[in-house]
């Protein structure tokens, strides 16, 4: 089974950082790409940016030039620096990973979420 935690969420000023981490654990044989997703409330998830297989970045247009995804290999992490961050970068942030567990299918793996508040 693959488990998936991001961490790094709080509450920040605007113009503020903010650095969060999406760590998958367990059984995995390969992550063929990941994503990072955010949703507001009443809003839906809507995703911000992502990582392929081949190791392609995109952003959606919101984020452009303020955010970074990067990845640590030796420890299945990904990262999403958040900079100049806006109120309306507010909503809880999610991770997406796509791996193959100890079953070999390749499935869509969730965290919990981790809140991100900006305030002025």
């Known amino acids: 089974q693959v488990q998936v935690v991001e961490s790094g969420g709080g509450l920040v000023h605007i113009g503020g950082s903010l650095r969060l981490s999406c760590a998958a654990s367990?059984?995995?044989?390969?992550?063929?790409?990941m994503g990072w997703y955010r949703q507001a409330p009443r809003n839906q998830r809507d995703l911000v940016a992502s990582?392929?297989?081949?190791?392609?970045?995109t952003f959606a247009d919101s984020i452009k030039g303020r955010f970074i995804l990067s990845k640590d290999n030796t420890k299945n992490t990904f990262y999403l620096q958040m900079n100049s961050l806006k109120p309306e970068d507010t909503a809880v942030y999610y991770c997406?990973?796509?791996?193959?567990?100890?079953?070999?299918?390749?499935?869509?793996?969730w965290g919990q979420g981790t809140q991100v508040t900006v305030s002025s």
């Open positions: 367990g059984t995995i044989f390969a992550i063929n790409g």
């Open positions: 997406n990973v796509k791996a193959r567990g100890s079953n070999w299918d390749l499935e869509d793996y």
């Open positions: 990582l392929s297989a081949g190791g392609s970045i």
